[in-house]
């Protein structure tokens, strides 16, 4: 007999009161819907979404970048040169090779407005190195006037363009161009000393001391002969480190001042 009136079935629908036991009558599993609210003592259903071809892409994830090849930007020396561009003639060239560099030194071969880098400068030393030692010195064999005179026209045809790329390397470092004076002037007049003053007299004592195996009795002036020497050598020496201290400094980007178009540097030809 049921005391509460109630139908079997409903009654174990109920939920279960607190301090009672649920019913062991197991419930069969229900779809789980909006509108009824899970009841306790149930596990809530799990829901899992389905993947589709168009999801969108998870939070921390990073989208996929297009595939295209780096777009660099051209590179630019200190005169705002792009590297591997000629620059114009006024502008120095920095990294130039061993043929261009000689071509440039005789393309500017009186132009002492603007700029020469260090490359324009030693890659010419060696080309005279070069010219000296396979066409010079074979004339000897030949000739010694031949050789000397040869050496004499190399010499003065060099010397203006050597003064010229002198002056702009000096600018190349932010320097005045007059600064170049002072080596061409102690080297040159030391050259200029030792073929006046000292090759005959040299040549006179060789020839004593050859035939008479010995230096006394020599009628000249051997001490005078060897002071002058010791001089033009020093100034020499000295001449020529200020000049290679002058061809191996650095490049300043202030020196930029001394730059000019090259038709007016042709015109003008001015010392700066």
């Not at 790329?165 to 080297?187: E, Y």
């Not at 002969?225 to 020496?237: F, P």
Request: with cysteine; charged share 15%; glycine share 8%.
């Amino acid at each position: 007999m049921n005391p509460d009136n109630t139908d079997p079935q409903e009654q174990d629908q109920r939920l279960p009161e607190f301090g009672q036991y649920a019913s062991d009558q197991q419930q069969s599993p229900k779809a789980p819907s909006d509108d009824v609210p899970p009841q306790y003592g149930q596990r809530v259903p799990e829901y899992i979404p389905q993947r589709t071809s168009q999801s969108t892409p998870q939070y921390a994830q990073q989208a996929s970048a297009p595939s295209t090849l780096p777009q660099i930007p051209p590179q630019y020396d200190a005169s705002g040169n792009a590297f591997g561009q000629e620059p114009p003639l006024y502008s120095p060239w920095y990294g130039i090779g061993f043929g261009k560099a000689i071509q440039r030194f005789f393309a500017k071969y009186a132009i002492f407005s603007g700029r020469a880098s260090r490359g324009e400068v030693w890659w010419m030393v060696l080309f005279s190195v070069i010219v000296t030692t396979v066409v010079l010195s074979p004339l000897r064999l030949i000739s010694p006037s031949v050789n000397t005179w040869a050496g004499y026209a190399w010499e003065l045809a060099l010397f203006i363009p050597w003064l010229a790329v002198g002056v702009r390397r000096l600018h190349d470092a932010n320097l005045s161009g007059w600064w170049i004076v002072l080596p061409t002037l102690l080297t040159h007049a030391a050259s200029i000393g030792l073929d006046v003053f000292v090759t005959g007299r040299l040549q006179n004592l060789l020839e004593y001391v050859a035939a008479n195996g010995t230096i006394v009795g020599y009628p000249g002036d051997t001490q005078s002969l060897i002071a002058l020497v010791l001089i033009l050598v020093c100034m020499t020496a000295v001449g020529g480190i200020l000049w290679i201290i002058f061809m191996c400094l650095n490049s300043n980007a202030s020196g930029a001042r001394f730059d000019k178009p090259t038709s007016e540097a042709v015109g003008r030809r001015q010392l700066h």
